[in-house]
């Protein structure tokens, strides 16, 4: 199964259509979300092509291939607009034989994790900086930020596919 992960779209038009445009060409069968979907948030700037009516359709468009969780930033009312579930503080994914646990990240994360065992693999979000870590015999992943990233990672995502994971960056 080929899974593209990614996080932090926070409303940007322009930097969710280039993730899909990223997941169609890589032929992906699964849109796992860590938060943080249509609000850009307090602590952010505006990011480019702010227009979350535009993500609520490009997104509810493809909502059979989406598993999402909830981000610091996503409340009820987008959940009114959002045809798949994104309320859930957590969500595991077993593929090629990984157990994924996805998290927005502002609960759990490298420094806090949550009750998974040596081999298991959680990601996150929220920090909008790509990580690539082991804590606690858990490998944790955080593809940085869709639309506004940190520490100059770059606008990312992250492949996962025959048991592997990869991180690419958006042009």
Same mark, same amino acid.
């Given at each position: 199964?080929?899974? @593209?992960?990614?996080?932090?779209?926070? *409303? &940007?038009?322009?930097?969710?259509?280039?993730?899909?445009?990223?997941?169609?060409?890589?032929?992906?069968? /699964?849109?796992? #979300?860590?938060?943080?979907?249509?609000?850009?948030?307090?602590? %952010?700037? #505006?990011?480019?092509?702010?227009?979350?009516?535009?993500?609520? =359709? /490009?997104? %509810?468009?493809?909502? &059979?291939?989406? @598993?999402?969780?909830?981000? $610091?930033?996503?409340?009820?009312?987008? =959940? /009114?607009?959002?045809? +798949?579930?994104? #309320?859930? =503080? &957590?969500?595991? !994914? +077993?593929?090629? *034989?990984?157990?994924?646990?996805?998290?927005?990240?502002?609960? +759990? $994360?490298?420094? %806090?994790?949550?009750?998974?065992?040596? *081999?298991?693999?959680? !990601?996150?979000?929220?920090?909008? !900086?790509?990580?690539?870590? !082991?804590? *606690?015999?858990?490998?944790?992943? $955080?593809?940085?930020?869709?639309? @506004?990233?940190?520490? %100059?990672?770059?606008?990312?995502?992250? @492949?996962?596919? $025959?048991?592997? +994971?990869?991180?690419?960056?958006?042009?």
């Amino acid at each position: 199964m080929k899974i @593209i992960i990614a996080s932090d779209i926070h *409303g &940007s038009a322009h930097w969710c259509a280039k993730l899909l445009d990223a997941y169609k060409a890589e032929g992906a069968e /699964m849109l796992l #979300l860590l938060g943080d979907v249509l609000y850009h948030g307090p602590r %952010n700037d #505006l990011p480019t092509e702010y227009a979350p009516k535009t993500v609520i =359709q /490009m997104l %509810n468009e493809m909502k &059979s291939e989406i @598993i999402c969780v909830r981000g $610091n930033c996503d409340t009820e009312v987008d =959940q /009114m607009v959002l045809d +798949f579930p994104i #309320l859930s =503080q &957590s969500a595991v !994914v +077993f593929a090629d *034989g990984v157990k994924i646990y996805a998290t927005h990240g502002h609960k +759990f $994360n490298k420094d %806090n994790l949550p009750p998974l065992s040596a *081999g298991d693999v959680l !990601v996150y979000g929220h920090t909008h !900086v790509a990580l690539d870590t !082991v804590a *606690g015999g858990v490998r944790c992943l $955080n593809p940085g930020s869709v639309s @506004i990233p940190k520490e %100059n990672t770059g606008h990312g995502y992250i @492949i996962f596919e $025959n048991g592997e +994971f990869t991180r690419k960056v958006l042009d």
